[in-house]
């Protein structure tokens, strides 16, 4: 099968359908913490900004320039992510990571959703986007911690 035949397989109607509708989308005004991740291999960024309060995200907002893929799962992330720890938020990241580059298991449960992005293993090239989103979170949990 040829590349091309594989990425319109890899776009499902699921993944687009998660991308065109982002929870959270924008930017909070005065955010306990605000982080910026970029991918260096194909230029997508998302910026998240929250607040934490007793370890647990309150307040959640995300600007998201990314591939499909790269929404999809800044929409699976903004779907579950207020009242989240900084190390509930860690353990996905790392989980999500093992799924992509490791064929480790889906993500655990609330962060389940992520079984949508399987496809995506195969194109390492996407892997760095699809991660963004969580990791930037999780940064960002640390940070208003701290």
């Known amino acids: 099968m040829s590349e091309s035949s594989e990425l319109i397989k890899l776009y499902s109607t699921r993944i687009l359908a998660l991308a065109a ?7 909070l005004e005065a955010p306990q913490a605000s982080v ?5 291999l194909c230029g997508s ?9 007793n370890g647990r995200v309150t ?8 591939c ?13 992510v207020e009242g989240r720890s900084a190390s509930e938020l860690q353990t996905a990241a790392k989980q ?4 992509l580059k490791s064929d480790g ?3 655990d449960a609330p962060f389940d959703g992520y079984e949508t992005l399987i496809p995506a293993r195969e194109f390492k090239n996407r892997h760095a986007s699809i991660l ?8 960002a949990a640390r940070t208003a911690q701290a």
């Open 21 to 27: 509708d982002i929870p959270h989308l924008g930017r």
């Open 36 to 40: 910026k991740k970029r991918s260096p």
């Open 45 to 53: 960024t998302v910026t998240v900004d929250l607040d934490v309060e």
């Open 59 to 66: 307040r959640f907002a995300q600007d998201v320039k990314a």
């Open 68 to 80: 499909a893929l790269g929404q999809a799962s800044a929409a699976i992330l903004g779907a579950v």
């Open 96 to 99: 999500l990571e093992s799924m």
């Open 105 to 107: 298991p889906v993500p």
């Open 132 to 139: 963004l989103a969580l990791q930037a979170a999780e940064e």
